[in-house]
DNA sequence: ATACCACTTACAGCTGTTGTAAGGTTTGTG
DNA sequence: CACAAACCTTACAACAGCTGTAAGTGGTAT
Protein backbone atom coordinates (compact mmCIF):
# COMPACT_ATOMS: atom_id res chain seq x y z
CA UNK A 1 0.00 0.00 0.00
CA UNK A 2 1.18 3.56 -0.78
CA UNK A 3 2.08 5.86 2.35
CA UNK A 4 1.08 9.08 2.36
CA UNK A 5 2.81 11.90 4.54
CA UNK A 6 0.57 14.59 6.05
CA UNK A 7 2.74 17.19 7.56
CA UNK A 8 -0.29 19.82 8.65
CA UNK A 9 -0.49 21.44 12.21
CA UNK A 10 -4.08 22.18 12.26
CA UNK A 11 -5.34 18.70 14.17
CA UNK A 12 -8.82 18.98 12.49
CA UNK A 13 -7.70 19.38 8.75
CA UNK A 14 -4.93 17.14 9.21
CA UNK A 15 -7.54 14.24 10.79
CA UNK A 16 -9.59 15.27 7.65
CA UNK A 17 -7.30 14.59 5.31
CA UNK A 18 -5.87 11.44 6.61
CA UNK A 19 -9.45 10.16 6.67
CA UNK A 20 -10.46 11.16 2.95
CA UNK A 21 -6.85 9.41 1.89
CA UNK A 22 -7.22 6.48 3.85
CA UNK A 23 -10.67 5.85 2.44
CA UNK A 24 -8.99 5.99 -1.33
CA UNK A 25 -7.08 3.31 -0.52
CA UNK A 26 -3.95 4.90 1.07
CA UNK A 27 -1.65 4.54 4.02
CA UNK A 28 -1.95 8.36 5.60
CA UNK A 29 -0.37 9.25 8.48
CA UNK A 30 0.40 12.40 9.86
CA UNK A 31 3.62 13.05 12.55
CA UNK A 32 1.55 15.55 15.30
CA UNK A 33 5.04 16.55 16.35
CA UNK A 34 7.16 19.08 13.88
CA UNK A 35 10.22 19.36 16.35
CA UNK A 36 12.46 16.66 13.87
CA UNK A 37 10.39 16.85 11.13
CA UNK A 38 13.02 16.93 8.38
CA UNK A 39 14.47 13.39 9.84
CA UNK A 40 11.09 11.88 10.27
CA UNK A 41 9.68 12.46 7.02
CA UNK A 42 13.18 10.89 5.58
CA UNK A 43 12.44 7.79 7.78
CA UNK A 44 9.04 7.44 7.10
CA UNK A 45 10.22 7.39 3.23
CA UNK A 46 6.93 8.47 2.07
CA UNK A 47 5.14 7.51 -1.73
CA UNK A 48 3.78 11.05 -1.26
CA UNK A 49 3.75 14.54 1.35
CA UNK A 50 1.76 16.41 1.56
CA UNK A 51 2.78 19.43 3.15
CA UNK A 52 1.41 22.73 4.71
CA UNK A 53 3.35 26.27 4.31
CA UNK A 54 2.69 27.26 7.81
CA UNK A 55 4.23 24.89 9.91
CA UNK A 56 5.44 25.47 13.57
CA UNK A 57 9.71 25.27 12.63
CA UNK A 58 10.27 25.04 9.45
CA UNK A 59 8.12 26.04 7.07
CA UNK A 60 6.55 23.81 4.25
CA UNK A 61 8.83 25.83 1.81
CA UNK A 62 12.39 25.05 3.47
CA UNK A 63 11.37 21.27 3.65
CA UNK A 64 10.45 21.13 0.40
CA UNK A 65 13.55 22.83 -0.96
CA UNK A 66 15.90 20.17 1.38
CA UNK A 67 14.13 16.91 -0.35
CA UNK A 68 14.10 18.23 -3.27
CA UNK A 69 17.89 18.00 -3.91
CA UNK A 70 17.44 14.01 -3.47
CA UNK A 71 14.43 14.03 -4.57
CA UNK A 72 12.88 10.27 -3.21
CA UNK A 73 9.15 11.38 -3.27
CA UNK A 74 6.71 14.16 -5.32
CA UNK A 75 5.82 16.83 -2.78
CA UNK A 76 2.36 18.67 -3.07
CA UNK A 77 1.84 21.83 -1.29
CA UNK A 78 -1.49 22.68 0.37
CA UNK A 79 -1.92 25.85 1.70
CA UNK A 80 -4.32 28.16 2.66
CA UNK A 81 -1.98 30.83 0.77
CA UNK A 82 -4.12 31.29 -2.60
CA UNK A 83 -1.60 34.30 -4.12
CA UNK A 84 0.01 33.27 -7.37
CA UNK A 85 3.49 34.01 -5.95
CA UNK A 86 3.21 31.75 -3.10
CA UNK A 87 2.41 29.63 -5.93
CA UNK A 88 5.25 30.32 -8.30
CA UNK A 89 7.66 30.04 -4.91
CA UNK A 90 6.65 26.47 -4.10
CA UNK A 91 6.81 24.92 -8.04
CA UNK A 92 9.96 27.58 -8.06
CA UNK A 93 11.59 25.32 -4.91
CA UNK A 94 10.43 21.70 -7.17
CA UNK A 95 7.15 20.97 -5.55
CA UNK A 96 5.43 18.94 -7.65
CA UNK A 97 1.71 20.50 -7.25
CA UNK A 98 0.81 23.50 -6.01
CA UNK A 99 -2.89 22.86 -4.47
CA UNK A 100 -4.99 25.63 -1.87
CA UNK A 101 -7.42 25.56 0.92
CA UNK A 102 -9.88 24.51 1.14
CA UNK A 103 -9.70 21.57 -1.52
CA UNK A 104 -12.27 18.93 -2.73
CA UNK A 105 -11.42 15.94 -1.62
CA UNK A 106 -12.13 14.46 -5.43
CA UNK A 107 -9.43 17.04 -6.68
CA UNK A 108 -6.59 16.16 -3.69
CA UNK A 109 -7.06 12.41 -5.01
CA UNK A 110 -6.91 13.15 -8.32
CA UNK A 111 -3.80 14.88 -8.20
CA UNK A 112 -2.11 12.87 -5.49
CA UNK A 113 -2.94 9.72 -8.22
CA UNK A 114 -1.43 11.52 -11.10
CA UNK A 115 1.81 12.33 -9.10
CA UNK A 116 1.81 8.63 -7.48
CA UNK A 117 1.87 7.43 -11.03
CA UNK A 118 4.22 9.52 -12.54
CA UNK A 119 6.52 8.85 -9.77
CA UNK A 120 5.98 4.85 -9.89
CA UNK A 121 8.23 5.03 -13.27
CA UNK A 122 10.76 6.86 -11.41
CA UNK A 123 10.85 4.56 -8.59
CA UNK A 124 14.11 3.29 -9.23
CA UNK A 125 16.34 6.51 -9.48
CA UNK A 126 18.20 7.86 -7.13
CA UNK A 127 19.40 11.75 -7.17
CA UNK A 128 21.98 13.61 -5.98
CA UNK A 129 22.53 17.41 -7.08
CA UNK A 130 22.50 16.64 -10.49
CA UNK A 131 23.31 13.43 -10.82
CA UNK A 132 20.87 10.87 -11.35
CA UNK A 133 21.80 6.74 -10.93
CA UNK A 134 18.85 4.04 -12.00
CA UNK A 135 19.48 1.72 -9.18
CA UNK A 136 18.38 -1.59 -11.00
CA UNK A 137 20.93 -0.63 -14.44
CA UNK A 138 23.10 1.56 -13.15
CA UNK A 139 22.79 4.29 -15.71
CA UNK A 140 24.37 7.30 -14.51
CA UNK A 141 23.29 10.45 -16.08
CA UNK A 142 24.35 13.85 -15.98
CA UNK A 143 22.78 16.94 -17.82
CA UNK A 144 22.27 15.34 -20.74
CA UNK A 145 24.85 12.52 -21.02
CA UNK A 146 25.12 9.42 -19.44
CA UNK A 147 26.83 5.97 -18.95
CA UNK A 148 26.07 2.59 -17.80
CA UNK A 149 28.29 1.50 -14.78
CA UNK A 150 29.40 -1.85 -13.94
CA UNK A 151 27.69 -3.69 -11.56
CA UNK A 152 30.22 -3.50 -8.96
CA UNK A 153 31.39 0.52 -9.91
CA UNK A 154 27.48 1.09 -9.48
CA UNK A 155 26.76 -0.80 -5.83
CA UNK A 156 29.42 1.97 -5.18
CA UNK A 157 28.26 4.65 -6.63
CA UNK A 158 24.71 3.97 -5.18
CA UNK A 159 26.06 3.88 -1.53
CA UNK A 160 27.58 7.32 -2.07
CA UNK A 161 24.58 8.95 -3.63
CA UNK A 162 22.53 7.19 -0.77
CA UNK A 163 24.62 8.57 2.01
CA UNK A 164 25.40 12.44 0.02
CA UNK A 165 26.64 14.29 1.16
CA UNK A 166 28.07 12.35 4.03
CA UNK A 167 31.26 10.11 4.22
CA UNK A 168 30.85 6.09 3.56
CA UNK A 169 32.87 4.02 6.07
CA UNK A 170 35.03 1.73 4.62
CA UNK A 171 33.25 -1.23 6.20
CA UNK A 172 30.12 0.04 5.64
CA UNK A 173 31.28 -0.12 1.57
CA UNK A 174 32.12 -3.92 2.06
CA UNK A 175 29.07 -4.81 3.97
CA UNK A 176 27.63 -2.83 1.14
CA UNK A 177 28.75 -4.29 -1.84
CA UNK A 178 30.83 -7.16 -1.24
CA UNK A 179 28.50 -8.64 1.47
CA UNK A 180 31.23 -9.24 4.00
CA UNK A 181 32.82 -6.87 6.54
CA UNK A 182 35.87 -9.43 6.58
CA UNK A 183 39.20 -8.77 4.92
CA UNK A 184 38.88 -9.36 1.55
CA UNK A 185 41.92 -7.07 0.56
CA UNK A 186 41.67 -3.58 0.86
CA UNK A 187 42.84 -3.40 -2.63
CA UNK A 188 39.73 -4.31 -4.26
CA UNK A 189 38.19 -1.07 -2.92
CA UNK A 190 41.06 1.02 -4.52
CA UNK A 191 40.86 -0.79 -7.79
CA UNK A 192 36.93 0.03 -7.91
CA UNK A 193 37.25 3.24 -7.06
CA UNK A 194 39.88 3.71 -9.52
CA UNK A 195 37.89 2.61 -11.86
CA UNK A 196 34.60 4.73 -10.82
CA UNK A 197 36.76 7.74 -11.16
CA UNK A 198 37.38 6.78 -14.63
CA UNK A 199 33.72 5.78 -15.52
CA UNK A 200 32.46 9.91 -13.87
CA UNK A 201 35.65 11.43 -15.66
CA UNK A 202 34.05 10.06 -18.94
CA UNK A 203 31.37 11.81 -17.93
CA UNK A 204 32.69 14.67 -17.76
CA UNK A 205 32.43 14.77 -13.68
CA UNK A 206 35.95 15.19 -11.73
CA UNK A 207 37.08 15.04 -8.41
CA UNK A 208 33.79 13.93 -7.35
CA UNK A 209 34.50 10.98 -5.20
CA UNK A 210 37.11 12.17 -2.58
CA UNK A 211 38.96 10.19 -0.20
CA UNK A 212 39.01 10.84 3.74
CA UNK A 213 42.67 9.05 4.62
CA UNK A 214 41.43 6.35 6.89
CA UNK A 215 38.19 7.54 7.02
CA UNK A 216 36.52 6.35 3.70
CA UNK A 217 35.08 8.22 0.83
CA UNK A 218 32.27 10.93 0.19
CA UNK A 219 30.41 12.19 -3.29
CA UNK A 220 31.29 15.82 -3.66
CA UNK A 221 29.13 17.41 -6.43
CA UNK A 222 28.45 21.10 -5.15
CA UNK A 223 30.20 22.35 -7.69
CA UNK A 224 28.68 20.40 -10.62
CA UNK B 1 15.25 24.01 -27.99
CA UNK B 2 12.47 22.55 -26.10
CA UNK B 3 9.08 22.60 -28.50
CA UNK B 4 5.88 23.00 -27.15
CA UNK B 5 3.00 22.30 -29.46
CA UNK B 6 -0.50 24.43 -28.64
CA UNK B 7 -3.47 22.97 -29.78
CA UNK B 8 -5.98 26.04 -29.55
CA UNK B 9 -8.53 27.19 -32.11
CA UNK B 10 -9.25 30.36 -30.83
CA UNK B 11 -6.40 32.13 -33.41
CA UNK B 12 -6.05 35.30 -30.51
CA UNK B 13 -5.29 33.07 -27.60
CA UNK B 14 -2.66 30.55 -29.32
CA UNK B 15 -0.76 33.30 -30.35
CA UNK B 16 -0.95 34.81 -27.45
CA UNK B 17 0.20 31.85 -25.69
CA UNK B 18 3.15 31.00 -28.68
CA UNK B 19 4.19 34.80 -27.86
CA UNK B 20 4.53 33.54 -24.10
CA UNK B 21 6.33 30.61 -24.46
CA UNK B 22 8.61 32.11 -27.01
CA UNK B 23 9.37 34.65 -24.65
CA UNK B 24 10.64 32.29 -21.78
CA UNK B 25 12.70 30.83 -24.58
CA UNK B 26 10.72 27.69 -25.61
CA UNK B 27 9.88 26.48 -28.87
CA UNK B 28 6.35 26.94 -29.34
CA UNK B 29 4.31 26.41 -32.09
CA UNK B 30 0.38 25.74 -32.84
CA UNK B 31 -0.76 23.81 -35.71
CA UNK B 32 -4.22 26.13 -37.35
CA UNK B 33 -5.99 23.01 -39.29
CA UNK B 34 -6.95 20.22 -37.01
CA UNK B 35 -7.76 17.74 -40.12
CA UNK B 36 -4.97 15.36 -38.78
CA UNK B 37 -4.36 17.09 -35.83
CA UNK B 38 -3.26 13.22 -34.31
CA UNK B 39 -0.66 12.67 -36.48
CA UNK B 40 0.70 16.09 -36.91
CA UNK B 41 1.18 15.99 -32.68
CA UNK B 42 2.94 12.62 -33.25
CA UNK B 43 5.13 14.02 -36.34
CA UNK B 44 6.13 17.45 -34.52
CA UNK B 45 7.44 14.87 -31.67
CA UNK B 46 6.63 17.76 -28.83
CA UNK B 47 8.31 17.87 -25.94
CA UNK B 48 4.91 19.12 -24.18
CA UNK B 49 1.58 19.93 -25.74
CA UNK B 50 -0.79 22.46 -24.41
CA UNK B 51 -4.23 21.27 -25.77
CA UNK B 52 -7.29 22.69 -25.48
CA UNK B 53 -10.78 20.44 -24.81
CA UNK B 54 -13.27 22.41 -27.15
CA UNK B 55 -12.03 21.68 -30.44
CA UNK B 56 -12.91 21.29 -34.15
CA UNK B 57 -13.01 17.59 -34.98
CA UNK B 58 -11.13 15.68 -32.16
CA UNK B 59 -11.68 16.84 -28.83
CA UNK B 60 -8.65 17.44 -26.40
CA UNK B 61 -9.61 14.54 -24.17
CA UNK B 62 -9.60 12.58 -26.88
CA UNK B 63 -6.25 13.78 -28.07
CA UNK B 64 -5.35 13.14 -24.57
CA UNK B 65 -6.32 9.35 -24.03
CA UNK B 66 -5.19 8.29 -27.26
CA UNK B 67 -1.57 9.79 -26.71
CA UNK B 68 -1.41 8.48 -23.34
CA UNK B 69 -0.97 5.37 -24.39
CA UNK B 70 2.13 5.59 -25.67
CA UNK B 71 3.21 8.55 -23.31
CA UNK B 72 6.05 10.10 -25.16
CA UNK B 73 5.36 13.38 -23.73
CA UNK B 74 3.20 15.32 -20.86
CA UNK B 75 0.05 16.79 -21.97
CA UNK B 76 -1.49 19.91 -20.31
CA UNK B 77 -4.98 20.71 -20.70
CA UNK B 78 -5.80 24.25 -20.87
CA UNK B 79 -9.72 24.97 -21.04
CA UNK B 80 -12.16 27.27 -20.01
CA UNK B 81 -14.48 24.63 -18.36
CA UNK B 82 -13.18 25.40 -15.16
CA UNK B 83 -16.15 22.95 -13.26
CA UNK B 84 -14.05 19.84 -11.46
CA UNK B 85 -15.71 17.40 -13.34
CA UNK B 86 -13.69 18.62 -15.91
CA UNK B 87 -10.65 18.60 -13.80
CA UNK B 88 -11.09 15.43 -12.96
CA UNK B 89 -11.57 13.90 -16.41
CA UNK B 90 -8.60 15.07 -17.63
CA UNK B 91 -6.52 13.86 -15.39
CA UNK B 92 -8.43 10.74 -14.83
CA UNK B 93 -7.56 10.43 -18.98
CA UNK B 94 -3.90 10.34 -17.89
CA UNK B 95 -3.34 14.66 -19.03
CA UNK B 96 -0.13 15.60 -16.45
CA UNK B 97 -1.99 19.24 -15.78
CA UNK B 98 -5.01 20.90 -15.88
CA UNK B 99 -5.14 24.83 -16.01
CA UNK B 100 -8.46 27.11 -16.44
CA UNK B 101 -8.59 30.03 -19.04
CA UNK B 102 -7.49 32.61 -18.27
CA UNK B 103 -4.20 31.80 -16.99
CA UNK B 104 -1.99 34.35 -15.82
CA UNK B 105 1.05 33.65 -17.98
CA UNK B 106 3.63 32.82 -15.05
CA UNK B 107 1.63 30.22 -13.80
CA UNK B 108 1.23 28.98 -17.17
CA UNK B 109 5.35 28.96 -17.52
CA UNK B 110 6.00 27.31 -13.85
CA UNK B 111 3.62 24.68 -14.61
CA UNK B 112 5.19 24.08 -17.69
CA UNK B 113 9.08 24.41 -16.60
CA UNK B 114 8.07 21.97 -13.64
CA UNK B 115 5.80 18.91 -16.24
CA UNK B 116 9.23 19.69 -18.32
CA UNK B 117 11.88 18.47 -15.65
CA UNK B 118 10.03 15.88 -14.35
CA UNK B 119 9.51 14.52 -18.10
CA UNK B 120 12.88 15.07 -18.61
CA UNK B 121 14.38 12.09 -16.29
CA UNK B 122 11.76 10.12 -18.42
CA UNK B 123 13.22 10.86 -22.19
CA UNK B 124 14.62 7.55 -22.49
CA UNK B 125 11.19 5.88 -21.90
CA UNK B 126 9.29 4.27 -24.06
CA UNK B 127 5.70 3.39 -23.32
CA UNK B 128 3.37 0.68 -24.85
CA UNK B 129 0.16 -0.08 -22.73
CA UNK B 130 1.35 -1.73 -19.72
CA UNK B 131 5.19 -2.33 -20.92
CA UNK B 132 7.15 0.14 -20.36
CA UNK B 133 11.41 0.48 -21.91
CA UNK B 134 14.41 2.06 -21.20
CA UNK B 135 15.81 2.52 -24.46
CA UNK B 136 19.56 3.04 -22.92
CA UNK B 137 19.70 0.36 -21.04
CA UNK B 138 16.50 -2.03 -22.07
CA UNK B 139 14.94 -2.45 -18.77
CA UNK B 140 11.83 -3.85 -19.37
CA UNK B 141 9.03 -3.01 -16.92
CA UNK B 142 5.57 -4.68 -16.48
CA UNK B 143 3.16 -3.88 -13.27
CA UNK B 144 6.33 -3.89 -10.54
CA UNK B 145 8.90 -6.30 -12.46
CA UNK B 146 11.55 -5.71 -14.59
CA UNK B 147 13.92 -7.79 -16.80
CA UNK B 148 17.07 -6.33 -18.39
CA UNK B 149 17.07 -7.39 -22.01
CA UNK B 150 20.47 -8.33 -23.53
CA UNK B 151 21.10 -5.78 -27.02
CA UNK B 152 19.50 -7.46 -29.25
CA UNK B 153 16.71 -8.45 -27.69
CA UNK B 154 16.41 -4.82 -26.53
CA UNK B 155 16.56 -3.25 -29.87
CA UNK B 156 13.85 -5.49 -31.39
CA UNK B 157 11.93 -4.91 -28.21
CA UNK B 158 12.09 -1.08 -28.81
CA UNK B 159 11.29 -1.36 -32.64
CA UNK B 160 7.99 -3.63 -32.00
CA UNK B 161 6.99 -0.50 -29.07
CA UNK B 162 7.78 1.83 -31.39
CA UNK B 163 5.43 0.61 -34.38
CA UNK B 164 2.87 -0.71 -31.70
CA UNK B 165 0.73 -1.28 -32.35
CA UNK B 166 1.47 -1.97 -35.87
CA UNK B 167 3.54 -4.54 -37.69
CA UNK B 168 7.11 -4.55 -38.72
CA UNK B 169 8.53 -5.93 -41.34
CA UNK B 170 11.28 -7.93 -41.62
CA UNK B 171 13.05 -5.58 -43.83
CA UNK B 172 12.32 -2.88 -41.26
CA UNK B 173 14.13 -5.69 -38.48
CA UNK B 174 17.04 -6.25 -40.24
CA UNK B 175 17.61 -2.25 -41.16
CA UNK B 176 16.98 -0.88 -37.46
CA UNK B 177 18.59 -3.84 -35.81
CA UNK B 178 21.31 -5.09 -38.38
CA UNK B 179 21.66 -2.01 -40.31
CA UNK B 180 21.57 -3.85 -43.37
CA UNK B 181 18.16 -5.17 -45.34
CA UNK B 182 20.80 -7.76 -47.20
CA UNK B 183 20.49 -11.16 -45.80
CA UNK B 184 22.26 -11.95 -43.32
CA UNK B 185 20.88 -14.90 -42.17
CA UNK B 186 16.79 -15.05 -41.87
CA UNK B 187 17.24 -17.62 -38.99
CA UNK B 188 18.92 -14.80 -36.68
CA UNK B 189 15.68 -13.13 -37.05
CA UNK B 190 14.15 -16.08 -35.60
CA UNK B 191 16.38 -17.08 -32.82
CA UNK B 192 16.21 -13.51 -31.13
CA UNK B 193 12.42 -13.43 -31.40
CA UNK B 194 12.50 -16.62 -29.35
CA UNK B 195 15.15 -15.52 -27.06
CA UNK B 196 12.65 -11.97 -26.53
CA UNK B 197 9.73 -14.27 -25.69
CA UNK B 198 11.65 -16.00 -23.48
CA UNK B 199 12.70 -12.85 -21.51
CA UNK B 200 9.18 -11.51 -21.71
CA UNK B 201 8.08 -14.99 -20.41
CA UNK B 202 10.37 -14.73 -17.42
CA UNK B 203 8.25 -11.18 -16.64
CA UNK B 204 5.25 -13.21 -16.61
CA UNK B 205 3.75 -12.30 -20.22
CA UNK B 206 2.88 -14.86 -23.13
CA UNK B 207 2.04 -14.48 -26.64
CA UNK B 208 2.73 -10.69 -26.63
CA UNK B 209 4.82 -10.78 -29.62
CA UNK B 210 2.82 -12.54 -32.37
CA UNK B 211 4.40 -13.77 -35.94
CA UNK B 212 2.22 -12.47 -39.01
CA UNK B 213 3.37 -14.92 -41.43
CA UNK B 214 4.86 -13.40 -44.33
CA UNK B 215 4.89 -10.45 -42.95
CA UNK B 216 6.58 -9.70 -39.74
CA UNK B 217 5.80 -9.34 -36.54
CA UNK B 218 3.70 -7.04 -34.12
CA UNK B 219 3.38 -6.54 -30.49
CA UNK B 220 0.24 -7.19 -28.76
CA UNK B 221 -0.61 -5.88 -24.98
CA UNK B 222 -3.92 -5.13 -25.22
CA UNK B 223 -5.07 -8.31 -22.62
CA UNK B 224 -2.16 -7.64 -20.11
C1' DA C 1 62.87 9.14 7.22
C1' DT C 2 59.50 5.93 7.60
C1' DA C 3 55.29 3.48 7.76
C1' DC C 4 50.89 3.50 6.17
C1' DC C 5 47.40 4.39 3.15
C1' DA C 6 45.86 5.24 -1.40
C1' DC C 7 46.27 4.94 -6.51
C1' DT C 8 47.12 2.74 -11.00
C1' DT C 9 47.93 -0.75 -14.51
C1' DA C 10 48.16 -5.36 -16.22
C1' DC C 11 46.37 -9.88 -16.45
C1' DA C 12 43.75 -14.09 -16.44
C1' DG C 13 39.41 -16.39 -15.19
C1' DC C 14 34.55 -15.97 -15.54
C1' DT C 15 30.00 -14.67 -17.27
C1' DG C 16 26.76 -13.39 -20.42
C1' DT C 17 25.81 -12.33 -25.39
C1' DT C 18 25.90 -13.31 -30.26
C1' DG C 19 25.58 -15.58 -34.75
C1' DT C 20 25.70 -20.21 -36.92
C1' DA C 21 24.15 -24.70 -37.52
C1' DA C 22 20.98 -28.33 -37.42
C1' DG C 23 16.71 -30.30 -36.70
C1' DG C 24 11.77 -29.88 -35.41
C1' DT C 25 7.04 -27.78 -35.85
C1' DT C 26 3.34 -25.17 -37.92
C1' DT C 27 0.63 -23.38 -41.71
C1' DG C 28 -1.29 -22.87 -46.13
C1' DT C 29 -2.21 -25.03 -50.63
C1' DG C 30 -3.35 -28.31 -54.08
C1' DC D 1 -3.04 -36.10 -47.27
C1' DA D 2 1.40 -34.55 -49.22
C1' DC D 3 4.44 -30.99 -49.65
C1' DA D 4 6.99 -26.79 -49.24
C1' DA D 5 7.71 -22.57 -47.19
C1' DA D 6 7.91 -20.12 -43.12
C1' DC D 7 8.74 -20.28 -38.48
C1' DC D 8 10.57 -22.10 -33.94
C1' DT D 9 13.91 -24.14 -30.75
C1' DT D 10 18.19 -25.83 -28.85
C1' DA D 11 23.09 -26.36 -28.74
C1' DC D 12 27.60 -24.54 -29.33
C1' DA D 13 31.74 -21.92 -29.82
C1' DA D 14 33.74 -17.34 -30.45
C1' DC D 15 33.82 -13.02 -28.34
C1' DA D 16 33.45 -9.00 -25.30
C1' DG D 17 33.16 -6.95 -20.95
C1' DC D 18 33.58 -7.46 -15.87
C1' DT D 19 36.03 -8.89 -11.70
C1' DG D 20 39.52 -9.83 -8.29
C1' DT D 21 44.57 -10.51 -7.71
C1' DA D 22 49.07 -9.01 -8.01
C1' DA D 23 52.69 -5.84 -8.15
C1' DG D 24 54.56 -1.51 -8.23
C1' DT D 25 54.10 3.75 -7.69
C1' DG D 26 52.72 7.91 -5.36
C1' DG D 27 51.29 10.68 -1.45
C1' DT D 28 50.87 12.02 3.56
C1' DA D 29 51.17 12.35 8.51
C1' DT D 30 54.14 11.75 12.38
Known sequence: MLRIVIVEDDI???????HTLKKA?????????????EEELAALRPDLAI???????????????SFKVKASFPILI????????????????????????????DRLIARTERLLQTYHKLRSLLQAGPLSLDTDTYKLTYTDRFL????????????LM????NTVG?????????????FVDENIVQVNMSRLR????RLGIDNAVRNIRGKGYVLEVDGL
Open 198 to 201: KSLS
Open 162 to 165: ERFP
Open 78 to 105: LTARDTLSDELMALGLGADDFLTKPCHP
Open 51 to 65: LDVNLPGKSGYELCK
Open 25 to 37: GYDALGPSSFENI
Open 170 to 182: KSELFFSVWETEE
Open 12 to 18: YLREELI
Open 148 to 159: ILAETEGKIMKL
